[in-house]
C-alpha cells in the first residue's frame, strides 16, 4: 500500500476582475465555485480607496497580486495628475504599456499595480491625519487629492533631498514616504 501524500489539498484557483459599482463598496464581492474564488474589485476610485482600508489580510494580498483595474487608474490620472504621461513617469510604466492596459482594459498589475495601491494608501493616509483635526478649519473641504498630487512632487529633506514621487515605486520607498507623513502629523517636520 502506498504511502498518503502529504501535499496539501489543491487551493481553490483566485481570479480577480473589474465591475461595476458595488452593493458594498467597503469590500469587494466575493464569488466561489468548487474550483474558483474570484473578486468583484470595485472600479470606482472612492469605493477602491475604501475596499483598500477595510480589505481583510487575503482580499488585500489577492488585490496586490491581480492589480487595480485601469477605470481606478484613470481616477487616479483624473484626480491627481496633469496627464497620463504624469502617471506614467510615477508608476514607471512604459507609454505602450500604459496604452496597451487602457486600450484592453487591462488590470495595473505587479510594481505598477503595487505604486497605484501605494498612492492610494497615501491619500487615505492624508485623509485620516486630517479627520483626526476635526477643531481645524483648513482642514475643512482641503482637496486631498491635490495636495497629494503636489507634495509627491517637492524634494523632501527626510527623504534625501528625494521627492516621493521618485521612491514610491519600491516597498521601502512607499514606507520610508508614509513615516515621513507620520512625522509630519506629529509635528516633527514643518
Known sequence: MPAPSKRAPASPKVESYAMGPLENPRSAQVVRDATTVKFKLPVKLDSFRALLRT???AERVQIEREGVPY?????????????????QSFVRIPKATFTKKMRDRSLFAGTTGQSVVGLMELINRVEDMLAAERDNEQARGFDVEKWVGEWIQRPQPALGGLAPADVMDTPTGRASVMRVLGAIQSGAYQ
Open 71 to 87: 477605470q481606478v487608474v484613470k481616477g487616479l490620472i483624473d484626480g491627481i495628475f496633469d496627464s497620463s504621461t504624469e502617471f
Open 55 to 57: 480589505a481583510p489580510l
